[in-house]
């Protein structure tokens, strides 16, 4: 237990001297952090002893909560064994190879073949846009360069994440980002342009795809790039159709599908892959995140056959990866991986994220009916966005400025409740181990914050 004067310098350290992602630093002065120190099962608590559910599982990661004991007894041991080596060429080690071999045996329905390695989304899907452009040179045909992504759509840091990445206020600062990278409209059911009928819309949004493709010159696109659903952009599942006409526009025209699956990967939306959700396979897939359940940064990028068989098959010198690593398939995040695998398999993880993740929707649905500034609650499984509107019949977010989803936020911590807050989204992603039970109790804090706030509006 953290002593009172120590928590007081702490804080204050914080502000001082800790950049944070995604904020600027002097609001971190005024609006200081929460301070987590401690977690067990799906509960968290803070340096001041506050004890909350929580509703974000760290950020999409700890999938197992925070107590996994095989997790943890994976990673002891691996520091016992051998803490570090590395994977450049001429040397490996155990748990890198069984990682792979795990990731190969776990995609081999998907029709994955091989595996590189990162410490995180933003290097998975680096690797997998730089893979994308080696396999078209080691092909033949080199002019192949450019991506096509969606608009919304976040596929972290990185400079190429960030060119494909769909956030506009994530972009203006590292301007000017990577060239040859476009994007297309999302087919969101909740605000578009284009219609009310799920359906018609995946017709027209894969349709814009391909007269983007076609525009661009079919032989000059390596890759689109997308969320299976779009998590950091408030939860956008896309209608049912959607991903297996991209799949079928990509085919015609001879251009590789990414999928970033950083969030849905590893049974988030209640199937182990986001793209399984939608029947569709995928050439190259990102992954991270749950892939170590967050109890050690790791990320992945798994190689569809097509691309894998292509690099060992090149006579050329073309496909050496010049790229990787220091800690590319570091031995503590291999261990730690292969023991959550090894939990989401026998202890049917994924199965729960559907089944307690039906109950969760249904539950949260309700929101929309009982709430005037809930104007969508979106989701599939246990990842859900609950969007606050000013204008419920003209589906107006609430303004950027507007303090409403903070005060929704802090009234659910008060309670006891983890939750996030972007733009005019709440953004929910609990531990899939999370029980039925523990589910509503976070639901009904949630409840009891919107009807809070609402009594003040
Ligand atoms: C879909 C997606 N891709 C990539 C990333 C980047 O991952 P990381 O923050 O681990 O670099 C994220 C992070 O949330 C993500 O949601």
């Known amino acids: 237990m953290t002593k009172k004067t120590d928590i007081d310098q702490l804080k204050q350290d914080n502000a001082q001297y800790l950049f944070h992602p995604m904020a600027h630093p002097a609001a971190m002065q005024k609006n200081r952090p929460d301070i987590i120190s401690r977690g067990e099962g799906c509960w968290v608590w803070d340096i001041d002893g506050h ?63 091989a ?64 060239p040859g990278c476009f994007h297309v409209d999302t087919p969101w059911p909740y605000h578009n342009a284009y219609s009310e009928d799920p359906e018609e819309l995946a017709r027209i949004c894969a349709g814009l795809l391909e007269r983007e493709i076609q525009f661009q010159g079919a032989d000059t696109v390596a890759a689109f790039i997308a969320e299976p659903i779009q998590g950091s952009a408030g939860v956008i599942v896309p209608p049912t159709s959607y991903w297996p006409l991209v799949r079928e526009v990509c085919d015609r025209n001879n251009v590789l599908l990414i999928a970033d699956e950083v969030v849905t990967g590893f049974g988030r939306s209640g199937a182990m892959f986001g793209t399984r959700l939608w029947g569709v396979k995928a050439d190259i897939w990102c992954l991270a995140k749950g892939i170590s359940s967050g109890y050690v940064p790791l990320g992945a990028t798994a190689l569809g056959k097509k691309v894998s068989e292509a690099f060992l098959a090149d006579a050329n010198g073309l ?139």
């Open 115 to 178: 595996v590189l390695f990162g410490n995180g989304g933003s290097d998975a899907v680096e690797g997998a846009l730089k893979i994308a452009r080696q396999y078209w040179k080691v092909q033949g045909q080199p002019e192949r360069t450019k991506f096509i992504s969606l608009r919304q759509g976040y596929h972290g840091v990185h400079f190429g994440g960030m060119s494909v990445n769909g956030l506009g206020n994530i972009r203006r600062a590292y301007e000017p980002l990577m």
């Open 319 to 457: 496909a050496t990866v010049a790229h990787g690593y220091t800690y590319s398939g570091h031995p503590v995040a291999a261990a730690a991986a292969l023991a959550t695998l090894d939990e989401i398999e026998e202890k049917d993880v994924v199965g729960n994220a559907a089944r307690v993740g039906a109950h969760f929707q249904q539950r949260l649905a309700e929101f929309e009916r009982r709430f005037s500034f809930v104007g969508d609650v979106r989701g599939k499984g246990l990842m859900a966005g609950i969007e606050m509107v000013s204008d419920k019949a003209r589906r107006v977010p609430v303004p950027r400025n507007s303090d409403i989803p903070q005060r929704v936020a802090r009234e659910a911590y008060r309670r006891g409740a983890m939750v996030r807050i972007s733009g005019p989204n709440m953004i929910l992603s609990p531990p899939l181990v999370m029980t039925r039970e523990e589910v509503d109790h976070l639901v009904d804090i949630l409840e009891a914050s919107f009807a809070a706030v609402q009594a003040t509006l």
């Open 51 to 113: 004890k909350m559910i929580d509703g974000v599982a760290g950020l999409w990661s700890s999938n197992l909560g925070h107590s996994n004991k095989r997790v943890r007894d994976a990673i002891v041991a691996q520091l016992d064994e051998l803490p570090f080596y590395n994977t450049f060429r001429g040397t490996t080690h155990p748990r890198a190879i069984e990682l792979s071999a795990r990731i190969v045996k776990t995609m081999a329905p998907d029709g994955v073949g």
